[in-house]
């Protein structure tokens, strides 16, 4: 999924430019990361907590160095940020859901 992701992002960046490139892949994140949260809501305890809130600061940190405040440089690292946030957030709490699995 994430290598098809990336081939759509190179695709939209040829044809279209820059701009509608960081457009997609924000878009690209935002789709690989529904996995993850599904994941963490089911079971917080197998997420990384700490690998999250070492992204979430380093994409802080890189919303916080942009020179200016446009578009290219704010829109990557803030979506980042909130979705390492969220996943970090929901690793924290206990498992509410009952979800039923049959494994062989």
């Known amino acids: 999924l994430v290598s098809a992701l990336v081939s759509i992002c ?3 960046w040829y044809f279209e430019g820059e701009r509608f490139a960081l457009i ?3 878009t690209s994140l935002l789709i690989a990361s529904i996995p993850q949260i599904i994941q963490t809501l089911i079971n917080p305890s197998l997420t990384p907590t700490g690998i999250y809130l070492v992204f979430s600061l380093a994409s802080l940190l890189s919303f916080l ?3 200016t ?3 290219e440089e704010k829109l990557y690292p803030g979506t980042g940020l909130i979705m390492c946030l969220l996943i970090a957030f929901l690793s ?3 498992s509410s859901l009952k979800i039923k699995t049959s494994i062989p």
């Open 10 to 12: 190179v695709i939209v």
């Open 24 to 26: 997609a892949s924000i």
């Open 65 to 67: 160095g942009g020179k």
């Open 69 to 71: 405040f446009s578009l």
């Open 92 to 94: 924290t709490r206990k």
